[in-house]
């Protein structure tokens, strides 16, 4: 049986894991599928379990519920959660013991509580949350100081509900906050405000006494992802930017508590670091995510800068994320691969372990093959992708999908690749070599690659996709005049721009959340700093002629494939209005079939399963019916049973 959108959303999936302190067990949690023709709540279902040191697994909750940040007390004897139960006003902390598992609640607090981090003596935890306030209902002020996630103390002793009220740190935006293993110290990842521009963009290391009092600030250059303290509390290892026109974070740094600048590490791999763990005081493990594989390191600190990594996990697989516990030799994994979504393995002794299997029922499903590709682009820069095709002996050329990815600093690995946005294997099932090719400006193949599009909005860029399009077309025996393309947010920018600049080599596109105007798109992303000051490197006030000249709008008038605009009515990254924009243009200046979907409640990436669902389903009828079928008018609007 093929593959078919409903299985899609019946998918499961492990989402966050901790390895507890005395290293045999994991605690983990799994995605709950809903029923996607049923109206639902937005906030995901999840499932906590943990599995003990003979691999046996074993539920904590009698009901799936939105669980958030999941953490082992330091002695292993509890494991800690987010959730808002039944009942509950705003997301509450929980914790409940392994061997007798009963849910109790330990802290709740007026306002969710975003994160929290547990004392290594057990008495105490920090939590962050932001403060009651009272919102202006009649008007909204755009310089009004934004409302912070400050950092709150408490007993653990005074189990309670606490209503805490006097925060620890006040004086910034709280991202996360981490006691060092001896309890003396807090490493704190913070923002100038809470605004998203400042927390994605310019988020700030530092480091604070256990008491609040600010320490040292470390020099960090641009975007931060995470931070871990060395198990004798002197060290910090944090991945970051190499540059502050950085796009996306990835580099290996460490640090000395007290003193000195950040240090680079593994300065000569070309790849991106996705994740860290200490192995003792003198060594780290990493995620290591290089061109379309994956591989997890071990690194020595003494070794010069320069130093390749030595690679620890043969992992078959793209590792997403791993747990190490304090001293141990053992790691818990997050894995996907073409065969599966997520699941949670073990290494130990030498030895990777697969703990999970979520989805058997895959087994009985048909998957195309998927291949890693290598291809040049027109000024020779070598270009990677992945491919998924069904095996065929008939001549005839066949249709293609290419599913552009956004970002543009994100990447395509060789693993799951099928989601509700890109239903690849649905899509290959259905007779089409599907394409998802990592343009210039992707991650993961160092920063060269990575920033090598700046400055230039859908230039070299889009040359990478017009050049996957002619290689696909070479090698798999594509029919020219049937090729499509869809992609999410910058992937949806993309699209749009094949479908109106270069109308004649893209007979079908599908845009969801995709940028149409990049003039009016400024004034109204929540990230207006980010995108210029790390793709454009210039200001947008100083080059609007050229910027609009590089928007979809501006080409209407050669548009005339159609395309199908996909849009969440709650994204703030790329307001509906962006595809509202180019929907009337297309429908008054332009032959193009077009249609516009919104999904009241979405943002930007569709939280409810009836609307992942609704989405995956168009955007394969619109391919089906334009390149399949070869209609030339619009399909029906409602979409068949
Ligand atoms: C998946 S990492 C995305 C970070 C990126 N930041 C911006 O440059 C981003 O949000 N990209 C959007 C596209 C976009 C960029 C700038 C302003 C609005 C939208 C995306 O592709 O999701």
Redesign the pocket.
């Known amino acids: 049986t093929p593959l078919s959108n409903y299985d899609l959303t019946q998918l499961r999936q492990v989402h966050a894991m901790q390895q507890s302190p005395r290293n045999e067990a994991v605690a983990f949690t799994i995605n709950r599928p809903g029923d996607p023709l049923q109206a639902q709540n937005f906030a995901p279902l999840r499932e906590l379990l943990w599995v003990d040191h003979h691999g046996e697994f074993h539920h904590l909750l009698e009901r799936a519920m939105p669980i958030g940040q999941i953490a082992w007390s330091p002695d292993g004897d509890y494991i800690w959660f987010l959730a808002q139960q039944e009942g509950d006003s705003t997301v509450s902390l929980y914790r409940l013991s392994p061997q007798h598992p009963s849910a109790v609640k330990m802290v709740s607090h007026t306002t969710d509580i975003e994160g929290f981090n547990l004392h290594p003596d057990g008495t105490t935890l920090v939590f962050w949350a932001t403060p009651p306030t009272q919102q202006n209902a009649i008007a909204r002020i755009a310089d009004a100081p934004a409302v912070n996630t400050l950092l709150y103390r408490v007993s653990i002793q005074d189990a309670l509900p606490v209503q805490s009220s006097h925060p620890l740190i006040a004086n910034q935006h709280i991202i996360r906050a981490q006691f060092s293993p001896d309890g003396q110290w807090l490493l704190i990842t913070g923002s100038k405000d809470s605004s998203t521009d400042q927390r ?1 963009t310019y988020p700030r290391l530092a480091i604070h006494k256990a008491n609040g009092k600010l320490h040292r600030t470390l020099n960090t250059r641009g975007k931060v992802h995470t931070a871990q303290w060395s198990p004798d509390s002197k060290q910090v290892a944090f991945i970051g930017s190499a540059t502050a026109f950085q ?2 974070w990835g580099e290996l740094f460490i640090t000395d508590r007290d003193k000195g600048e950040p240090r680079q590490l593994a300065t000569q791999l070309q790849a991106q670091f996705r994740d860290i763990g200490w192995f003792g005081d003198s060594s780290l493990v990493g995620v290591v995510h290089q061109g379309t594989a994956a591989s997890v390191v071990k690194l020595e600190l003494d070794a010069p800068p320069d130093a390749m990594p030595h690679r620890l996990v043969d992992a078959q697989g793209i590792v997403s994320r791993l747990s190490t516990s304090p001293g141990a030799n053992t790691l818990a994994l997050k894995i996907h691969s073409p065969k599966h979504p997520s699941e949670l393995f073990r290494w130990q002794r030498g030895k990777l372990q697969r703990l999970t299997v979520l989805n058997p029922w895959l087994d009985e499903r048909r998957l195309a093959p998927q291949q890693v590709v290598d291809f040049d682009a027109r000024d020779g820069t070598s270009l990677h992708g992945v491919v998924v095709a069904l095996p065929t002996k008939d001549k005839t050329p066949r249709p293609a999908l290419i599913y552009v990815h ?5 990447h395509e690995s060789n693993g799951w690749v099928t989601r509700y946005s890109q239903p690849v294997q649905v899509a290959a099932n259905l007779g089409f070599v599907v394409m998802l090719p990592n343009y210039r400006g992707s991650s993961g193949r160092g920063y060269r690659f990575l920033t090598s599009g700046q400055g230039d909005y859908m230039g070299k860029e889009f040359d990478d996709i017009l050049d996957a399009r002619q290689w696909l077309i070479e090698q798999y025996n594509v029919d020219p005049t049937r090729v499509g393309i869809a992609g ?4 949806g ?1 993309m699209a749009s721009w094949a479908v109106t600049k270069h109308s004649t080599d893209f007979a079908a596109g599908v845009s969801a ?1 995709g ?1 149409a105007n990049q003039v009016s ?1 400024f004034g109204t ?1 929540d ?2 700093s ?2 210029h000051h ?2 454009l490197l210039s200001e947008p006030w100083k080059q609007w002629t050229w910027l609009f000249s590089r928007s979809p709008l501006s080409h209407v008038n050669t548009a005339n494939s159609p395309l199908l605009l996909l849009h969440g009515e709650q994204d703030e ?2 307001p509906v209005s962006q595809s509202q924009e180019l929907y009337r243009a297309l429908l008054n200046g332009s032959d193009s079939p077009v249609r516009l979907v919104t999904y009241p409640g979405e943002g ?1 990436g569709f939280a409810s399963d009836p609307a992942r669902y609704d989405f995956s389903r168009r955007q394969l009828r619109w391919f089906y019916h334009f390149l399949i079928e070869q209609h030339q008018q619009l399909p029906p609007i409602e979409l068949p049973d």
Do not use: A, Q
Request: hydrophobic share 25%; proline share 12%; net charge neutral.
């Open positions: 994605t796009p996306t956004g970002g543009p600093e994100v999410s947010s910058y992937g920018y959340m940028i798109k992303t990230i207006p980010e995108m790390m793709h990254r790329v930007h």
